[in-house]
């Protein structure tokens, strides 16, 4: 109901004023200082000065989720010593709910918030802050008024003597250093701040700022390889969506020996571990996530479907299109390196087989369709369990392998005239900036390109249980999948974790004999025909045997012993991976080639 209400007054300012930027420059900014007194302690100090318009009382509060990452992840939990003032006047605030406070301003006209955030979570999507540097992310840190306002939100940083540089997209302050400026408190949130002494490199692309930025351990990391890289990925994404649509763009990479990336509208924060530039392999899952983050400032961050903006920061925001927005950009994930020069042919069809390789193997193919089950991400896909894939599908792959076969039918189609890259742009422009896309404007856009309807099609591939056809796709670029190699190796079927020398079952997949027999997740394996079987020894064990013979296996669940009769299979073949056909005439390889270096 607040909401509404501050909406209408939002529109009437927008009357008077006449635009956006006028009205976010006719509030007074929320200014807040960082500092970090003894980072070694893991804390961020908050200093905000909130504007309150002349009111008795003004409500504010920490975001409980942020854009990308679908999973309300209560991050007021690290906020501590909460307290306000005005002048040298101590205020009254409370807590009014989980995440919200509530300032009594004795008619100030304005109030210093002040807090400490605990930030010690190495993931992209929270804070850290130790000795050498400080990872901040918006939603993790920053508390703000409860109004839908585009309201300017200032940042000023103090570094500790030892740090020397902030890198981050928000707009530099001109004249006051390691100050910078947010038009609205999407943007704040939308812009991560490295602090520390990062390793840079930077360049220019039709006439816009790149840093490439690497914090953490990074001695073993080559930056000029890197750059000279990046710079091919940047110039191939040209290729697929046109002029650059952003101001600048960073690429902070923190080498953490973790993984990851979370994408945003100017940059994008990722996760390495510190032989990241060292072996092929390694550099291209860094290039990889890199190519993905860095696409998505087209597709989510600026192409969206409707429902991710603008953001309820306090709650579930329900959408069916992230297959859309995670798988097609996944899809160009494995198209970028490719057409930048960096990963070979054989690579590509790698990239491509493994996201059907995964959309195939998962039975929850068969349960639900990929809408559902990007509605469902909040309760599923971030919060995923043993018996994730017999329910759901993920929708990364799944959309990936949709956006494979959809640029196959474009191109056939229109006879090679166009193709998905075609279809994002003119999605782009019809439906970027504040808009977005429903589904149903999503597959017109797309049909209308192709010059046929593919609402049916759509319907089909995103919206039923129905197996996905592959046959257009390959006969069109001339693949195969290569015939299925079938190792005949005997298997339980479920799969299993070494637990400090425990053999501990982890996953059982319908559909084999693991689950047949009822054994159950958590189970530990002891033995085989009363012989012990060693936490490394399964698969030497199994190899004692034959796809049929009945075995005799111990377990324990929750200590109690118990023998269970279970049915041997035989290891699946890998059935799906791509080849190009022996025979595939001259059209089939030059309309391959096409999709491979973007024509
Ligand atoms: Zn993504």
Redesign the pocket.
Known sequence: MIRRILLAVVCVCTVVSGGDALRAQALDPIRYTLRFPAPHTHYVEVEAAIPTAGRADVEVYMATWTP?SYLIREYERNVEAVTASAGTRALVVAKSTKNRWKIATGGASSVTLRYKVYSREMTVRNNWVESAFAMINGAPTFITLVERAARPHEVRIELPASWKKVETPLEPISGSANAFRAADFDTLVDSPIIIGNPLTREFTVDGKRHVVLFEGDTQLIDADKAAADVQKIVNAAQGVMGPLVYPHYHFLTMVVEQGG?L?HKNGYLGMTNRFATRTHAAYMGFLGTLA??YF?NWN?KRLRPVELGPFDYENENYVKMLWV??GF??YYADVLPKRAGIATKEEFLDGVSGQIEQVQNAPGRLVTPVNMSSYDAWIKQYRPDENQANVTVNY?PKGAVIAFLLDAKIRKATNGARSLDTGMQWAMQRYSADKGYTPEQFYAVMGEVAGTNLQPWFQKVAESTDELDYSEALEYYGLRFRPANTSGRAVIGGATRNDSGRLIITSVRRGTPAIEAGLNVDDEILGIDDVRVRADGLNARLDQYKPGDKVSVLVARRDQLMKLDVTLGTEPPRSWRLEPLPNATPDQAARLTALMDGK
């Open positions: 990308g990336g994408e993905h983050e998505h989510v927005a995670e950009t996944d990364y």
